[in-house]
């Protein structure tokens, strides 16, 4: 069963994980605590409606599993010139980078393919980079699916982001509307981008580890 999950890089024996109390965190926090890792969770609050059952929900999870948590949220207000995304991630990022150890996250393949699909329709085609000062997203070559599995194979319940289905939001657009016509024109758009991610990491990554 481990096989479904799969890694880039080495993952220290003392992480911490981000987590939003999705699936894909979810899976992960379950799946490295198998793998006898020190997992301690960092969740951050968007400021959402969502943000408030989130963060209640990985409290509890914590609480009941006996696993360390540190909690942070958005100080600081969006500016016009930015989107809510921006906004969220820059915060989500100036948070993170404050943590003393190394974080990782539960980007996967399927954001891979969004995140390429979105820079190229703004004309300069990017992977989602392995490492982001401390943090690592040693999970870029496991599909969503994957982590969507773990957690039902293994009985981690999770929480769903109503706003991944709000066509406000860019990602939801990508998401649900250009990948799937994407995927029509290329059924073998994750390989590709797949074999786009290991070479990056061979050639960018692993000797940096």
Not at 95 to 117: A, K, N, Q, R
Not at 146 to 165: H, I, L, Q
């Amino acid at each position: 069963m481990g096989k479904m999950i799969r890694i880039l890089g080495n993952i220290p024996n003392q992480v911490t994980v981000a987590c939003s109390g999705g699936p894909d965190s979810m899976a992960i926090i379950d799946f490295l605590r198998k793998g006898r890792k020190s997992v301690t969770v960092a969740h951050f609050d968007h400021g959402t409606e969502h943000g408030i059952s989130a963060r209640e929900f990985v409290s509890q999870y914590c609480d009941d599993n006996d696993i360390p948590v540190v909690f942070g949220k958005i100080f600081q207000q969006k500016t016009s010139e930015k989107s809510w995304e921006e906004h969220w991630r820059d915060e989500r990022y100036k948070w993170l980078s404050t943590i003393p150890s190394e974080v990782v996250t539960g980007h996967h393949l399927d954001d891979c393919v969004e995140w390429y699909m979105f820079t190229s329709l703004h004309g300069n085609g990017r992977l989602i980079p392995y490492r982001r000062g401390n943090v690592t997203r040693p999970f870029l070559t496991t599909p969503k699916s994957s982590f969507v599995r773990w957690c039902d194979k293994n009985s981690v319940e999770y929480v769903t982001d109503p706003g991944n289905y709000d066509e406000k939001f860019m990602r939801s657009i990508i998401r649900h509307a250009i990948v799937p016509q994407c995927l029509r024109v290329n059924p073998g758009l994750r390989k590709v981008i797949n074999k786009k991610v290991k070479k990056d990491y061979k050639e960018n990554w692993e000797n940096k580890n």
